[in-house]
């Protein structure tokens, strides 16, 4: 029978010891091979693993039989060719051990298995195969294991260890980032693969940048040379390249090593830098890293020379005037480094006294300060100044001139514009300035309607009217009355004696003037 597909057989057979001796049977196991060479025989918790087992036939042989091998062997299964038939162990039937297929031929059998639930238990399980002839056995060793961490190229997995098809994710530590090998950004997520391997874990990197350091001395004398040297080690991919930058300035180097112009005080506290790069690095978003740098301190003699008396800034003059009655100082501000120093004040060679004391400030900027309570005319005169650092020593000459004069007083500063102040001004005025601009409309208006209603009044026929500061008196218009004959005698009588003692006379313009004649009796 060519091509037979065994069925599984869940009948209980008895248990065939390796090595039991059957002459009848003279079969020739070929040999155990698992699923292939990736396979390999590595699995994980709870996978299943498959393997094929050969072998051949003499025209005697009746019986193979395949067997797990732990501290006894134990049969897992045997094929008879007298009978076409396999059989199994009970223990491992059930779905635990399955025949995927088997393929015979007249003098051959190949047959393959499937062991399903693979557990910690069966670890280090030896798969025999033998022939019931002679002691004949082919071995192979199973390995049964979890996915662990970290992976082969050293990627953290959290969490740390799982069995089949458990769901995990790759963790770079602090400081590194995943990426695939060739460069693209690395996907976290990841599964216990069956040949107990984290998927992907080939072809994931936690890629970090090197160690940078700078080697050299950072403290030099003006005048001198640097040289420092770029090393690196450590970082994932592998370091391409060292650079030195000197104020963000690449420089040349021979090998690893660079050096330096002639230094001079405009160089303290500039700053060298290594930069180790490799393809992380390289990245845009990760050159900050890879680094190491030192600042360098330049030592110089006192330099910058200033002088201020207290009025003016010059060169190398104080001016001191005798009046009004008081100290008088003059201040000498330079520049050095170390920072820590000595002074000595001369005048024509010798030693004067300061009535001031000085202590040197901490930055590279400093003043000494040359002080007089009670100045006189013998102060004036060249003066020299020496300062020692402990590395150089500089002198310094400078004039101090006193004036029998009023020292002038300069003039206050003018405080600078307040804003605020003019902005709230502003508004005040021009709200002042409108209301007085309606005020004076408003006044216009009536002005003007009491001038046409004084018109209207003068121009009437019954009208007559004067402004009273020029003793004319307003008479109203009225009209008049529909029955005269109600009058009372008494009106009459005095419009008669107003009649007789006022005596009425009208301009051009309408007005009437108005002037007693005198008393009337009634």
Not at 206 to 219: D, H, K, R, Y
Request: hydrophobic fraction near 30%; charge should be negative; glycine fraction near 6%.
């Amino acid at each position: 029978m060519n091509n037979l597909v065994i069925q599984t057989v869940v009948a209980v057979m008895s248990i065939v010891k390796l090595g039991s001796a059957q002459s009848a049977d003279s079969c020739f196991v070929g040999g155990i091979r698992l699923n292939s060479v990736n396979d390999g025989y590595v699995r994980s918790t709870n996978s299943s693993t498959t393997f094929v087992i050969t072998s051949y036939n003499t025209p005697t042989c009746t019986k193979v039989t395949w067997s797990f091998i732990s501290q006894s062997p134990t049969q897992v299964a045997s094929y008879d060719f007298s009978t076409s038939k396999a059989a199994y162990n009970p223990a491992y039937g059930n779905g635990k051990l399955v025949v995927r297929a088997t393929t015979i031929s007249s003098n051959q059998a190949d047959v393959t298995f499937q062991i399903n639930q693979l557990s910690s238990s069966e670890n280090n399980t030896k798969i025999a195969a033998s022939n019931t002839a002679t002691s004949n056995v082919t071995i192979q060793v199973l390995i049964i294991k979890d996915c662990s961490s970290p992976t082969p190229n050293n990627v953290p997995v959290n969490p740390s260890s799982g069995v089949y098809n458990t769901q995990a994710n790759f963790q770079c530590s602090h400081g590194s980032t995943l990426f695939y090998i060739n460069g693209t950004t690395g996907n976290t997520a990841t599964k216990c693969l069956a040949t107990a391997e984290w998927e992907n874990e080939k072809i994931v990197q936690c890629w970090s940048a090197p160690t940078a350091t700078l080697i050299g001395n950072n403290t030099i004398c003006a005048g001198n040379i640097a040289t420092f040297q770029c090393t690196a080690s450590g970082g994932v991919p592998s370091l391409d390249r060292v650079e030195i930058y000197f104020n963000n300035q690449k420089q040349m180097l021979v090998g690893n090593t660079w050096t330096s112009n002639p230094l001079s005080s405009s160089n303290n506290g500039d700053i060298v830098e290594c930069r180790a790069i490799n393809s992380y690095t390289a990245m845009q978003e990760y050159t900050n890293l890879g680094r190491d740098s030192k600042t360098l301190n330049v030592h110089y003699a006192a330099e910058g020379f200033a002088v201020n008396d207290g009025t003016t800034s010059h060169s190398n003059i104080c001016t001191w005037y005798i009046a009004p009655p008081g100290p008088r100082s003059c201040t000498i501000t330079f520049s050095l480094n170390p920072t820590t120093y000595t002074t000595t004040l001369t005048k024509d060679g010798a030693m004067v006294t300061n009535d001031a004391t000085n202590q040197p400030q901490t930055s590279t900027s400093q003043s000494f300060v040359f002080t007089r309570n009670q100045p006189s005319f013998n102060d004036s005169g060249n003066y020299t100044l020496k300062i020692n650092n402990g590395i150089f020593e500089n002198t310094f000459t400078f004039n101090i001139s006193v004036i029998y004069e009023v020292q002038p007083t300069p003039p206050p500063p003018i405080p600078p514009p307040d804003n605020l102040g003019v902005i709230i001004g502003a508004a005040v005025g021009g709200v002042v300035g409108f209301i007085i601009i309606i005020i004076f409309v408003v006044y216009c208006l009536r002005w003007q309607i009491n001038k046409e209603h004084k018109d209207k009044e003068v121009t009437g026929r019954s009208n007559i009217g004067m402004e009273a500061e020029h003793g004319y008196y307003e008479v109203a218009d009225r009209s008049p009355y529909q029955n005269e004959q109600n009058i009372r005698a008494t009106q009459s009588t005095n419009y008669e004696n107003l009649k007789d003692n006022v005596n009425v006379t009208r301009d051009e313009q309408g007005y009437a003037d108005i002037q007693g004649v005198g008393p009337s009796v009634v």
